[in-house]
Nanobody
């Protein structure tokens, strides 16, 4: 049974930082590309960042480029999202997702991912 468990969310002031983690089990983590998405109340789930199975193919949404950093540790079956210079508009439920697709394509829509976590809440106060 595949499980993705996010952690590290919380309440932070604008300009602050948080580091999210996504711990994976039940799959060969190093064979999956991974992504982060977020969903604010009343809005659709949106792409945040993607990382390939070996740590390459890193891609960010324009809204987070230069502020967020995605990384992974295949030895620990864990992916991370370092979020700096947080803004109130970053407030959302953050999800990690796994993509078993091979190749150079970078999926940026939710339906292209195979497995999802339950999410961790990030709230940025102004």
């Amino acid at each position: 049974q595949v499980q993705l468990v996010e952690s590290g969310g919380g309440l932070v002031q604008a300009g602050g930082s948080l580091r999210l983690s996504c711990a994976a089990s039940g799959l060969t983590f190093s064979a999956y590309a991974m992504g982060w998405f977020r969903q604010a109340p009343g809005k659709e789930r949106e792409f945040v960042a993607h990382i390939g199975w070996s740590g390459g193919r890193i891609y960010y949404a324009d809204s987070v480029k230069g502020r967020f950093t995605i990384s992974r540790d295949n030895a620990k079956n864990t992916m991370y999202l370092q979020m700096n210079s947080l803004k109130p508009e970053d407030t959302a439920l953050y999800y990690c997702a796994a993509d078993r697709r091979a190749g150079s394509y970078v999926p940026t829509t939710p339906r292209e991912y195979n497995y999802w976590g339950q999410g961790t809440q990030v709230t940025v106060s102004s």
